[in-house]
């Protein structure tokens, strides 16, 4: 199959972010089985490469994924990596800090979760959320947030220059589609843990939301840590855009499996 990888945000202009720009591309796989079908496959591709990161050992990748309440992060985290080994892979999810967290500047409970090299990490938010919620919620001043631009920018870049390629997704949903979500988790007795009141006041600041990641994306994607925008209606639509962009991702790191330092002839001998 083609591949169906997703485009960088390019630096200088705003990504579209209209409901309509949620909707999956055209030239997906048509039918449920189709689309199924393409993320086994694509599914089953990361998985080896994820392998073959390991055995080279020369880089880490990190996958970080940002969207509004019930954009599907969590999902994404159980679907694409599926394919993976839990042993080469490092989560971590990045909630409101807590009073020692907010003791320390922003990216210190970041840069202890960046995976160290071979590994495959995963952020469920990330340090982003220092230039949204904090943001839009007025957690901290102009003064405060917009430097941090900047700041990421060089952080990241200091983790492309010791090997871990940063790849960042914002997982974009329509107003419509979440509100569809959110009622599901009220309606379904077994979803309604993860209903959040407060996610309804998130609903309401949409528009400023919108312009902060925006403008994130806008000033933080580098070639070094791209952003993708992943349309995000579609859950097995979305599965499939993130795990192509990451193949595409993984192989053009040349990833070599270590030749046998020792005589394979006389190992299999003995
Ligand atoms: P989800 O990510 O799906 O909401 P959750 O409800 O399990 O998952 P929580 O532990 O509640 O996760 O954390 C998510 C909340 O933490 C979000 O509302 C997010 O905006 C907030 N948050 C994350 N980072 C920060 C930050 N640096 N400052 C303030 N709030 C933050």
Known sequence: MASLALA?????????LADDD???PADLPQGKAALVAALDEVV???GDLQQALYADARH?????????DASGKDGAVRRVFRGCSPLGLHVAAFGAPTAAERAHDFLWRVHREVPPLRYLGIFNRSHYED???VRVRGLGSEATWRPRFEQINAFEATLAAAGVRVLKFFLHVSRAEQRKRLLER???P???WKFDPGDLDDRDAWDAYTEAYQEAMTRC???EAPWYVVPADDKKARDLLIAHTLVRELRALDLRVPEATFDVEAARAG
């Open 8 to 16: 960088p945000v390019a630096p200088a202009s705003p990504p579209r």
């Open 22 to 24: 949620a909707h999956p």
């Open 44 to 46: 089953d591709e990361l």
């Open 60 to 68: 880490a990748v990190l996958v970080v994924l940002q969207g509004r």
């Open 131 to 133: 230039v949204l919620v």
């Open 186 to 188: 009220l309606d379904e």
């Open 190 to 192: 077994g979803k309604r």
């Open 221 to 223: 994607s580098t070639p």
